[in-house]
């Protein structure tokens, strides 16, 4: 079947599924996409500046202009549940040399309807039967929940203002390990003299060109400096305890079977006494048996990583990717997760409902089902 082709038949699957198809906008003013992608997918925007001169991008991918339709929707008025699927272009910098540039997701979003467990598998079942029906067998599955790990956080009762630099690090690849890390040592001199400054992120920006340190992960000086200033707090607060440690480095390790995940995170809670975790612990587990209900496929497939999904930091609980044989991790042919702060994060709180919504790629599945690697 050709690039097109496949795009058909996927699309089939998502409208049979109710969805009303939709084409946002392609350009976005740059700065919700820039604070809503994580540092992999920042990176790889695609940015420019207008004719104005104010950046703006081209869209990263569908979930975010469709999400503002929807919120601004809401804000005329209607509240009716809604799920809109499209065949559209999105464009990032390619991950991998026989990545393009611009490419087509198809894909499904549903805002409005009742959150939990079957809503998350019947949305993951849809994304898993539309990769099938291309002709492509998965070669696994990763899963993750953004709820887990502020759960086990809230659970440790730290003070704020190390549980807010905990949950802010759990957004960024390696930032747990480096807060860990950071919180056993205090702060350089020269790194608290930064922070004293009248214009800390001017003297950060001295800092770094006198050291010869280039500015890394699409981050700003400002941003930097936020998290310096939450780590000197949360250093002053105690820093972080041994006991406390030992879960964290614990929850991050956590890596098996979809079924066996809520088992293992059960006892890592018990061993440590942390009994607020249970609720979170719960819903992973009664989305784990909706999911392997719904897709049998997913038993052999499936696994949870603890550390899972980051791509986008609109995601707040369940995320997934979809692997095939002969591409790099880093290549998954379907991708999705749940979004619930989304609608109201967009609308300044003004309205708000749950979102999920997931996408596959054609031009990945093309590759497999040519055996390319
Ligand atoms: N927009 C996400 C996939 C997704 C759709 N809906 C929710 N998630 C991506 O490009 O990876």
Same mark, same amino acid.
């Given at each position: 079947?050709? /690039?097109?082709?496949?795009?058909?038949?996927?699309?089939?699957?998502?409208? $049979?599924?109710?969805? &009303?198809?939709?084409?946002?906008?392609?350009?976005?003013?740059?700065?919700?996409?820039?604070?809503?992608?994580?540092?992999?997918?920042? $990176?790889? !925007?695609?940015?420019?500046?207008? /004719?104005?001169?104010?950046?703006?991008?081209?869209?990263?991918?569908? &979930?975010?202009?469709?999400?503002?339709?929807? $919120?601004?929707?809401?804000?005329?008025?209607?509240?009716?549940?809604?799920?809109? &699927?499209?065949?559209? +272009?999105?464009?990032?910098?390619?991950?991998?040399?026989?990545?393009?540039?611009?490419?087509?997701?198809?894909?499904?979003?549903?805002?409005?309807?009742?959150?939990?467990?079957?809503?998350?598998?019947?949305?993951?079942?849809?994304? /898993?039967?539309?990769?099938?029906?291309?002709?492509?067998?998965?070669?696994?599955?990763?899963?993750?929940?953004?709820?887990?790990?502020?759960?086990?956080?809230?659970?440790?009762?730290?003070?704020?203002? &190390?549980?807010?630099?905990?949950?802010?690090?759990?957004?960024?690849?390696?930032?747990?390990?480096?807060?860990?890390?950071?919180?056993?040592?205090?702060?350089?001199?020269?790194?608290?003299?930064?922070?004293?400054?009248?214009?800390?992120?001017?003297?950060?920006?001295?800092? !770094?060109?006198? +050291?010869?340190?280039?500015? $890394?992960?699409? +981050?700003?000086?400002?941003?930097?400096?936020?998290?310096?200033?939450?780590? +000197?707090?949360?250093?002053?607060? @105690?820093?972080?305890?041994?006991?406390?440690?030992?879960?964290?480095?614990?929850?991050?390790?956590?890596?098996?079977?979809?079924?066996?995940?809520?088992?293992?995170?059960?006892?890592?809670?018990?061993? /440590?006494?942390?009994?607020?975790?249970?609720?979170?612990?719960?819903?992973?587990?009664?989305?784990?048996?909706?999911?392997?209900?719904?897709?049998?496929?997913?038993?052999?497939?499936?696994?949870?990583?603890?550390?899972?999904?980051?791509?986008?930091?609109?995601?707040?609980?369940?995320?997934?990717?979809?692997?095939?044989?002969? !591409?790099?991790?880093?290549?998954?042919?379907?991708?999705? @997760?749940?979004?619930?702060?989304?609608?109201?994060?967009?609308?300044?709180?003004?309205?708000?409902?749950?979102?999920?919504?997931?996408?596959?790629?054609?031009?990945?599945?093309?590759?497999?089902?040519?055996?390319?690697?």
């Amino acid at each position: 079947m050709t /690039h097109d082709a496949l795009v058909a038949v996927a699309r089939a699957v998502f409208e $049979a599924a109710g969805g &009303t198809p939709i084409d946002p906008d392609y350009v976005l003013p740059a700065d919700i996409p820039l604070e809503l992608s994580g540092e992999a997918v920042r $990176a790889r !925007l695609c940015v420019f500046p207008d /004719h104005r001169g104010a950046d703006m991008v081209m869209r990263p991918d569908l &979930t975010l202009p469709v999400a503002q339709r929807e $919120a601004a929707r809401r804000e005329a008025g209607e509240a009716s549940a809604k799920t809109y &699927t499209y065949a559209a +272009r999105a464009f990032r910098q390619p991950v991998a040399p026989d990545d393009q540039l611009e490419f087509t997701q198809v894909g499904l979003e549903r805002f409005g309807y009742e959150a939990g467990a079957e809503a998350d598998a019947e949305l993951f079942a849809l994304i /898993h039967r539309a990769v099938e029906a291309c002709g492509v067998q998965p070669s696994g599955v990763i899963m993750g929940d953004l709820a887990i790990f502020p759960a086990f956080i809230d659970a440790l009762g730290l003070p704020g203002v &190390t549980a807010d630099l905990l949950k802010r690090a759990f957004r960024q690849e390696g930032g747990v390990r480096a807060v860990l890390d950071a919180a056993a040592r205090p702060l350089e001199q020269e790194v608290a003299a930064v922070l004293d400054a009248a214009d800390p992120a001017g003297a950060l920006g001295e800092l !770094l060109l006198a +050291r010869s340190i280039p500015l $890394a992960g699409g +981050r700003s000086l400002a941003e930097i400096v936020e998290g310096l200033q939450a780590r +000197r707090a949360a250093i002053e607060a @105690g820093g972080l305890s041994q006991p406390a440690r030992a879960v964290l480095m614990a929850l991050r390790e956590v890596d098996c079977p979809l079924a066996e995940a809520a088992g293992a995170l059960s006892a890592l809670a018990e061993a /440590h006494e942390l009994r607020g975790a249970g609720a979170a612990i719960e819903a992973l587990g009664a989305r784990a048996d909706a999911v392997l209900a719904r897709v049998p496929a997913a038993v052999r497939t499936a696994r949870f990583r603890t550390g899972f999904g980051r791509r986008f930091t609109y995601y707040d609980g369940f995320v997934f990717e979809v692997l095939a044989p002969g !591409l790099e991790p880093t290549q998954p042919v379907a991708t999705g @997760g749940r979004y619930d702060g989304l609608i109201a994060g967009l609308a300044n709180r003004r309205v708000s409902a749950t979102g999920v919504g997931g996408v596959v790629r054609p031009d990945r599945m093309v590759r497999v089902r040519k055996g390319v690697s």
